[in-house]
C-alpha cells in the first residue's frame, strides 16, 4: 500500500496559478503510476492527468490540456500538479491516486489520498 497526501489547494482568482502536491510513504513510489482527478460539487470523479512510473507517458484530460502539468520525483517520492490559467470550472476537490498501470479510469486507481479543495472565483 501507498499512503498520499495531497496539499497545495486554495482560493484562487480566475486566470491564476497553483501547484498541488502529493506526498507517498508506504511501498516503492516508483513501482506507481500517479494520477491526478477531481470531483466537484454533484459530479462524479473525473480524471485529470496521469504519469508513468519513470515520466516516461503523461496523459491529460482535454479540458486541462495546455494549462496543467504533471511531474514527479522518485526520490522525493511526490507528484505534483502545476495549474496554470485556472478556470471557474477548475473548482473542485483534487485527488491523487496510485494505480500499478498507466490508466485514466477512477476505477483501475486503488489508492487515494484525502483530497484538496481548490477554487476559482470569476
Known amino acids: 500500500q501507498v499512503q498520499l497526501v495531497e496539499s497545495g489547494g486554495g482560493l484562487v482568482q480566475a486566470g491564476a496559478s497553483l501547484t498541488l502536491s502529493c506526498a507517498a510513504s508506504?511501498?516503492?513510489?516508483?513501482?506507481?503510476?500517479m494520477g491526478w482527478f477531481r470531483q466537484a460539487p454533484g459530479k462524479e470523479r473525473e480524471f485529470v492527468a496521469v504519469i508513468g512510473r519513470y515520466f516516461d507517458n503523461t496523459y491529460y484530460t482535454d479540458s486541462v490540456k495546455g494549462r496543467f502539468t504533471i511531474s514527479r520525483d522518485n526520490a522525493k517520492n511526490t507528484v505534483w500538479l502545476q495549474m496554470n490559467s485556472l478556470k471557474p470550472e477548475d473548482t473542485a476537490v483534487y485527488y491523487c491516486?496510485?494505480?500499478?498501470?498507466?490508466?485514466?479510469?477512477?476505477?483501475?486507481?486503488?489508492?487515494w489520498g484525502q483530497g484538496t479543495q481548490v477554487t476559482v472565483a470569476s
Open positions: 491516486a496510485a494505480s500499478r498501470f498507466l490508466r485514466t479510469e477512477v476505477s483501475d486507481y486503488d489508492m
Open positions: 508506504g511501498r516503492t513510489f516508483s513501482d506507481y503510476a
